[in-house]
């Protein structure tokens, strides 16, 4: 009986302001069989702090987040706090 543990990023959406949504995926494996899965949802804001996100959702960001989209989002985070 051999038990493993994985995690993958199974999930990547970019929204239209430009918000990275991943879901990242916990496999109990035994045997080549999938005894048990469980996720986690994350969310990213432009230009927020990628330290420990994986690699891949990393790329995702980077390719994203241009300078457009990152002043776009907080100028629509300036306007909803002007409102409040």
């Known amino acids: ?3 493993t543990k ?3 990023v199974d999930q990547i959406t970019v929204t ?3 918000i990275v949504l ?3 995926a916990t496999r109990i494996m035994e045997n080549g069989n999938q005894l048990s899965q469980t996720f986690h949802r994350s969310s990213l ?3 927020q702090d990628l330290t420990g996100v994986p690699a ?3 790329a ?3 390719t994203a987040w241009t300078a457009e989209v990152v002043a776009a989002y907080q100028a629509e985070l300036a306007a ?3 409102n409040a």
């Open 80 to 82: 909803r706090n002007a």
């Open 56 to 58: 891949n959702v990393v």
């Open 16 to 18: 239209e302001n430009g």
């Open 60 to 62: 995702i960001c980077n």
């Open 45 to 47: 804001t432009p230009a």
């Open 1 to 3: 009986m051999s038990l």
């Open 22 to 24: 991943y879901r990242e």
């Open 6 to 8: 994985t995690t993958t």
